[in-house]
Structures are given as C-alpha cells and as structure tokens.
C-alpha cells in the first residue's frame, strides 16, 4: 500500500500536511480500511488548543472506536464540519474530502519531525 509523498505520518496512522503554518490532520487510508464503515467522528472546536502528541478527538466504526492525534501543537482553525453528516467520507477519500482538522502550528517546523511516508510505511509494516 502507498500514502501520498506530500505528508508527514504517525504511527498511529494521522498524516499531516502542511501549508505554512497550517497544517491539515486526518487518517491514513490504511487506518480508515482496518477501521471499515466509520459512523461517527467528534472533533475539537474551532479556536481549541491541542498539544503535540495529544489525542484531539475520537472516530468509531462499525468495529471499534480510537482517539485521533496531532503530532504537533497549534490551535484549531477549522474542522470538517462534512464529516458530521458524513463521515464515511472518510472511508472514501481519507487524504482529502475526509480531513479531520486544520491548524495554526506554534512552531511550523514541527512537522518535519513526523515520519516520512517511507518511515511510517516500515514503522506499519505496510
């Protein structure tokens, strides 16, 4: 399996991708697949402080339910309101139409100390 280049990646399977200081988190689609038909995500509001390493809010599925974490800090901007009504959106297209959240990182730099694609492919076993 692949995942996009553009990204930096937990191992508990959130990407980031960054635009400067925003920053945009949501799942991997390795995640979305080992969760199947995701019914449910609660998310922080806008304006919400989240630290790096930090759960930030939960997903459920028909299987299971896990916390979703930001590898950085910074302050929530914007959320996908989409996924309130919808969140097996997330299960389709889980690098852009599904994106959890959207932050102003305190330190923008951050970022590039995620994983690479590559590391966090090896660090998955995918």
């Known amino acids: 399996m692949s995942v996009p280049t553009d990204r930096r990646y937990l ?36 304006g919400k402080s989240v630290a790096a390493n930090a759960a930030f809010g939960e997903i459920e599925s028909v299987k299971a339910t896990s916390d979703l974490f930001s590898g950085i800090a910074g302050t929530v901007t914007a959320v996908n309101e989409s996924l309130t009504s919808e969140p097996g959106l997330v299960n389709r297209d889980p690098y852009e139409a599904g994106w959890m959240i959207k932050l102003k990182a305190t330190n923008a730099s951050d970022v590039n100390k995620l994983l690479s694609s590559d590391e966090y492919l090896a660090k998955t076993g995918h």
């Open 11 to 46: 191992q508990t399977h959130e990407w980031h991708k960054a635009e400067g200081d925003s920053v945009t988190i949501g799942i991997t689609r390795i995640a979305a697949d080992e969760l199947t038909d995701i019914t449910f995500v609660d998310l922080p509001k806008v």
